[in-house]
């Protein structure tokens, strides 16, 4: 389990996951800072596709 707030951040299916493995200490902040990063990347270029 994890807390419902995670739900209301995340702003896609892939950032909840990271952003639970964050909840659980599976990766460190700055893992999860550099995969938000990339994740933001390949998002926004797909939109403007």
């Known amino acids: 389990m994890y807390p419902k707030w995670i739900d209301k951040m995340a ?3 892939a950032h909840q996951e990271l952003l639970i493995q ?6 460190t902040r700055r893992e999860y800072d550099s995969l938000v ?5 390949l998002e926004t270029k797909g939109i403007s596709k």
């Open 22 to 27: 964050l909840y659980r200490k599976q990766i």
């Open 37 to 41: 990063n990339e994740l933001y990347v």
């Open 11 to 13: 702003f896609s299916k």
